[in-house]
């Protein structure tokens, strides 16, 4: 069983800065890619920033240069800091992992963290 738990999430004004991390937990051999996805009322998830395995990030438009992910491979764990937010940021924001364990090779998400911008 595998747990991909976020935290940092919370309500925030324009212009401020909140820092979203994700432990992925349980029984994993090796951890690919790991990223942040967000889905904001009546729209689809999107992919927010990714960190391949040996690869290289990658950004949504909407927030390159104000957001910046970073991984801790030895504890499994993926972070988002978020500056400059703008209303347009609110959304739930999901981790994602691309793993393996002994079962085979998954993608998992975590519950997902409330982020509001206020303006």
């Known amino acids: 069983q595998v747990q991909l738990a976020e935290s940092g999430g919370g309500l925030v004004q324009a212009g401020g800065s909140l820092r979203l991390s994700c432990a992925a937990s349980?029984?994993?051999?090796?951890?690919?890619?790991m990223g942040w996805f967000r889905q904001a009322p009546g729209k689809q998830r999107e992919m927010v920033a990714a960190?391949?395995?040996?690869?290289?990030?990658v950004y949504a438009d909407s927030v390159k240069g104000r957001f910046t992910i970073s991984r801790d491979n030895a504890k499994n764990m993926v972070f988002l800091q978020m500056n400059s937010l703008k209303p347009e940021d609110t959304a739930v924001y999901y981790c994602?992992?691309?793993?393996?364990?002994?079962?085979?090779?998954?993608?998992?998400w975590g519950q997902g963290t409330q982020v509001t911008v206020s303006s």
């Open positions: 960190m391949p395995s040996g690869g290289r990030t």
């Open positions: 994602n992992a691309d793993l393996r364990t002994a079962g085979g090779r998954y993608n998992s």
């Open positions: 349980g029984s994993i051999s090796s951890i690919y890619g």
